[in-house]
């Protein structure tokens, strides 16, 4: 095909996802608009927001390829008419060696009754040559006759002068010192005021200005006659006529390291400059030193020292000043160097720039994390408000309050173990608590205003005895302003005491109570209400995990009224832990009938809640439940603070769990199966105990949590966890003071705390209307990775829900997974529309914070032949076993310090009552529903599990000798039938072994890339995850992991291989035609890597794999330990890893056996002590004793100790096909032809440091056999090969007695296909899709024989990429996601008869 003309495609660039370089405040006249727009540079795009509705009006395309480094904003004029009103700026932006200038244009319509509509347009006046040195700052000058032109100031210490209106430089002056700058700040608005301050590479500042000296005109023109007119007269000169020179005013000396930025005052009377010595420094300039006179030496008069990293912007206000540097904080210093306020929401590299705008009191910062935060200060910054009145109604309000219980004040003498005090307390809302002291007294408080607040004691407990615990319920009102609220009292002697508080908040009344003795003296220290059993139910805890049920009486009935009758209350149920510790929290599910519960030492216990035992309202005894399963250390060894229950599905619950460990956990229970498995998990640095979290609209889906509250340290903090920012932070003295709080349904401006310090109740309240004032702090721009992306991949957009249900139409959303340099996983949705990233979700980060070097999505499942006789009625087996239960979609990601961990999705699925929904909603297509990830909002991946090696433990493949090496290699042609599977001899392997335990720099090593794909055996449970992952240590290892038992094994090495291998990608080529079930059954499963050496390699890792998986399926891996809990948080987490070899782990049940066996009434079960979730019936004589089950652990004894990890050779080597690395691999779709020299075919391309492009085409083909066919041995042809050589190489291979033949041939090199390394390539076998770091995406058609041609290219705003992904989203459609210093999309629209003319 003849190469298209360019007009054929069309190309759509997403918005830049990444730094934010450049910021500039827009003012509108103060009555169309209360606060400014703003202007942010990211990339070469410019981004305008609305500070007033927090929204992005527009983004606009300015430079291409070139990022923006600068904004000047300049008024023009307002024109106001009958029906709009139309203001105009002039707007000049730079980037590099380039300056653009742009007129933007309000355009404001008083259609609507709060908000006038406002239509806005960037339109480019004029674009200015390209300069000799980076520009370095730009400010707008008023000339002759009112006429404008702009100075540039460049990084070469000069400037010059454009003239807008006639499109020209008039002037350039050079300073003396003719040195390079790092930083650059013009001031004055005209060329006589102008002054220059450079920053140089000398670590000072040299301020200077422009003279003038006449000389003959340089120009004929009239005005030369009028040259020795007055000063006054030197506006009217034409600059063309006069000589200019540069004049040092003074020196400033002081800074240790390179001056990044300089920031004038107003009036030009001081300056701020900040420097890689992390400090600010201000700068006074007298009077004295505008003089022409010979340059002066001056020292700062202050210097800020606070930031622990470079500092790299500042602001500079008439009362104090403003940094940000790269610790990732904003600093507010007054004039006197005191540092007032400290903020810290950015992630990364650090906050490139800061703004402040007096007029409004708004500060917003921006940083490489591409998030752009807006703050408001408060009253305390001196000058930020009082010089400015009109800014007041944007300020907020906290109320303090400090309360004393009213007894307190009688006392005289010293607090003593006699005196009054506050035990417990609780707010029902933002003006009412209820407080409980240890005389057991009982007080209704309610917060009128700072001076009035109302105290009403509702009542004593029996005998004064001090209240130990409390809990609140709270019911629906009848009627506004009233209460109905259940107090829950346990005190010292083990009696409990309900309460009933009803009335209007300000005159609580009481209504009846209960009083009944609940355990012995000192051991009731807990009580929980469950707000799905209602106040019919209360729980008391004791101190050895016991756990009581009561019943109360019908309220509303005659009886409840006598408090002296004993009958009120009855012992229903009595729950014993297994783990003998305080239970912490509770929640049940009444129609799953399980109670749920967290206790002291981070365990969680599941016990069997029956619903004919909470209706059956007769008088009998208790009954003593055993839990029915538990997980182990969800929380480490620190306490479980809130557990919380949702329904899933019709026979699955969700409980979310938090903790003293600062983690979120995700476990799910299926009670047809009793099960209970450990499902995702999300960490929070900001906190160090997570009491509670909380999603927006009371949402029942637990997986969406907006907001954590907690404590970090001493702190109380609230946490955005969407935004990533704090909203509140309030030292308390830490949680174990009493304390509580209640949010509303915006925390940011609705929240209450009150804690108990000194005898003194504290309330911070910060509680204000939705329409009252503006939110701040706001987060304008999305935040994502402060650091450098090295991965990334499309998550694929449709996943399965159901088999009754239609296909849907597909989605325009899109979701990406990334990997940064600092750990993090992220899941990044995109929109096409011109606010292209509606949101990204922080996964977690790599235990440790490792980098991660490659990620990738796992969707689909192949299954394997099984060895039966009739596989259809596997097929049905399998059905009838798991027909409700979901295939796994994962994402696995590698990086530092080898560690490997693995990420589930999690969405809610839909059941059979949203069907019919479901059916109007989406098309019908097929089938199956397969509802677009993009219309799922709750779509998300929690952590399942991770693998790093422990201290000194090998990598089990630790580069071998060399002279072992290249023995493999001289006989990898000679290999026979058996050749691709080995084993690795126990010599050997002690050797390596013993060799790695001496290697200092084993924590140097790191996982360079990875591939994975999912099988399963028919008529088994289990799916197996198989992982393919590369390492810096030449090593190359297949590994398992089991689902959902989240157990890793170790399945063979791919040897031998002299480099690290860069790239890997697989293919699974079927080699069976469809069964009439429509199930493919039988695959052969390949691995291709490429390495530093540019060589290519592929491998066939059939045989192992069906070997492990046929071998699972005959083990009962459900009763084999899971050592695997949870990641490493060093938060009292005891998760760790063991690595296994699958022979090696059947358990003996011999004599010496550790295996606890449980008598229940079923039978016999056992009992994994050491495993993360187990299944328990009768726990009567099971104990535990410091927090370990009093029994011996189990025992992996081998059973086949001759057994080893196998070795996988490979069955091609393609040498020398780069010149250097291969960076990138990937493997198109397979295709099928169907006929005899070819079945499946696909295509393989690579890109590398040597700048080229290698396309090889694979062809895969069945081989007929009769009964008396002869069996056709493995073997290889040409196993190694130049690149050159590479025209027909044929391997035969052999699965389940199916016979398949390989063919690589049709070898084609794109040779310079990049000026620079490839970074990342993608195919689908008609298009290819490549970039590197020139910065560049280049478009390429994949012809006849294998050969591309070069269609289309693109500059993408990305600097450095360093991943390419990409996904069809129709026929000739696709989106192309480039990631590196941030990430871009970009979308590619072919030529509709491309597909005719293949």
Known sequence: MGKKDLSEWRLDVGQYLGEISALCFVHLPSHLSSLPFLLAGSGSQVLLYDLEAGTLIRPFQVFQGIRLHGISCNFINCTEGSVSTRVTFEVALFGEKRVKLFELNFELSPNSQYQPETCVNLSLVQSLPRLSHWVSDVCFLKVCNGNRSLAIGCSDNSIRVWDISNSSIILEVHSPERCLLYSMKLWGDNLEALRIASGTIYNEIIVWKVDWEHVAPLLNSPEGNHAHGSSSDFKCFKLQDQQHTAVNLFRLVGHEGSIFRIEWSSCGSKLVSVSDDRSARIWEVRAEYWKDSDSIEEVGSSVLYGHNARVWDCCLTDSFIITAGEDCTCRVWGSDGKQLK????????????????????????????????????????????????????????????SLKIPNFSEQIRLTDSKSEYVRCLRLTSEDTLYIATNHGYLYHTKLCDMDSVNWNKILQVSEGMPIICMDLLSNEPKYPCGIDDWVALGDGKGNMTIVRVVGDVHTPQ???????????????????????????????????????????????????????????????AEFSSCFGARIMCLDASFEDEVLFCGDLRGNLVLFPLLRDLLNDKSVA??????????????????????????????????????????????????????????????????LSLIQSVSAENNSVDLASCNYAAGFASTDFIIWNL???????????????????????????????????????????????????????????????????????????????????????????????????????????????????????????????????????????????SAVVDNVSEEINRQNGVAEDKENPFLLISVGAKRVLTSWLLRHRG??????????????????????????????????????????????????????????????????????????????????????????????????????????????????VCFVVVACSDATLALRALILPLRLWFEVAMLVPLSSPVLALQHVIMPTHLPSKENVQIGSSYFVISGATDGSIAFWDVTGPVEAFVQQVSTLHI?????????????????????????????????????????????????????????????????????????????????????????????????????????????????????????????????????????????????????????????????SNSESEDVKSLIYYGQEQNQNYRIRFYNYFRATSAHSSAIKGIWTDGTWVFSTGLDQRVRFWLLEEHSILSQHAHLVVSVPEPEALSARGCGRNHYEIAVAGRGMQMVEFHASTDIDEEQ
């Open 342 to 401: 400290m903020i810290k929401e950015h992630i990364g590299r650090g906050i490139w720039r800061c703004l402040y705008d007096p007029l409004s009191s708004l500060l917003v910062t921006a940083g490489f994390d591409s998030a752009i935060k807006v703050h408001q200060f408060q009253a305390f910054l001196p000058g930020s408000l009082e010089s400015h009145p009109e800014a007041k109604e944007f300020n907020g309000r906290t109320e303090i309050f």
């Open 510 to 572: 009481l209504s009846f109570t209960f009083t009944w003795s609940a355990g012995i003296e000192r051991q009731l220290l807990g009580t929980y209400w469950c707000k799905s059993l209602g106040h019919r139910f209360i729980f008391t805890a004791d101190p050895k995990g016991r756990l009581k049920l009561w019943r109360l009486c019908d309220p509303f009935s005659s009886d409840c009224y006598e408090s002296s009758k004993t009958n009120n209350v009855f012992l229903v």
């Open 621 to 686: 005894l208790h009954v003593e439940l055993s839990p029915l399963n538990y997980f182990k250390g969800a929380h480490g060894i620190s306490t479980v603070s809130n557990v919380s229950v949702a329904k899933l599905r019709s026979h699955q619950t969700e409980i979310r769990s938090t903790g003293g460990d600062g983690c979120i956990c995700y476990l799910e229970y299926d009670k047809d199966h009793e099960s209970l498995e450990f499902i995702g998990m999300k960490q929070v640095k900001e």
């Open 722 to 864: 969407i935004t990533e920012a704090k909203v509140v932070q309030i030292p308390c003295g830490g949680w174990r003071r009493p304390h509580s709080y209640f949010l509303g349904d915006v925390p940011e401006i609705k929240n209450c705390f009150a804690y108990v310090k000194d005898e003194v109740i504290h309330i911070h309240r910060h509680w204000v209307s939705n329409g009252e004032r503006k939110m701040f702090p706001k987060n304008l721009h999305m935040q994502f990775h402060g650091r450098e992306i090295h991965t990334l991949c499309f998550v694929s957009e449709n996943f399965q829900l159901g088999a009754n249900v239609k296909k849907s139409a597909l989605n325009k959303s899109s979701w990406i997974a990334t990997g940064c340099e600092d750990g993090t996983v992220r899941l990044t949705r995109y929109s096409p529309g011109f606010e292209n990233w509606s949101s990204s979700k922080l996964l977690g980060e790599h235990v440790g914070g490792s980098a991660v070097r490659s990620i990738c999505f796992v969707s689909e499942i192949n299954q394997i």
């Open 910 to 1023: 839909i059941d059979k009552m949203e069907e019919t929904t479901v059916e109007r909603k989406y098309n019908r297509h097929g089938n199956d529903l397969e509802l677009s990830l993009g219309a799922s909002s709750s779509l998300s991946f929690q952590w399942l599990s991770t693998d790093m090696p422990t201290k000194n433990s090998s990598t089990h493949g630790k580069k071998k000798d060399i002279k072992k090496v290249d023995h493999i290699t001289r006989n990898i042609a000679s290999m026979n039938t058996n050749a691709n599977t080995g084993s690795i001899s126990s010599e050997s392997r002690e050797t390596e072994a013993k060799a790695f335990l001496g290697d200092k720099y084993e924590d140097d090593w790191r996982y360079l890339a990875v591939t994975a794909f999912l099988v399963k055996c028919p008529g088994s449970r289990l799916t």
């Open 1118 to 1278: 459900e009763n084999f330990i899971d050592c695997q809990k949870r990641p490493r948080t060093g938060r009292g987490s005891q998760g760790g890893r063991w690595w296994r070899n699958l022979r090696h782990t059947r358990p003996n049940k011999e004599s010496g056996s550790s295996i606890v066996s449980v008598r229940t009434e079923g039978g016999v079960q056992n009992h994994d002590a050491r495993g993360v979730s187990a299944k328990v019936n009768d726990t009567k004589n099971c104990t535990v004793e410091d927090g370990h089950i009093a029994s011996c652990e189990p025992e992996l004894n081998a059973v086949n100790s001759t057994s080893e990890i196998c070795e996988i050779r490979p069955i091609h080597i393609l040498n020398n096909a780069h010149q250097s690395g291969v960076n990138c691999l990937h493997v198109s779709k397979i295709k099928n032809c169907w006929s005899t020299e070819c079945g499946f075919h696909f295509y393989v391309v690579s890109g590398g440091d040597d700048q080229a492009i290698h396309c090889l085409r694979v062809d895969l083909s069945l081989l007929a056999r009769g009964p008396d066919s002869e069996i056709i041995a493995a073997d290889v042809i040409n």
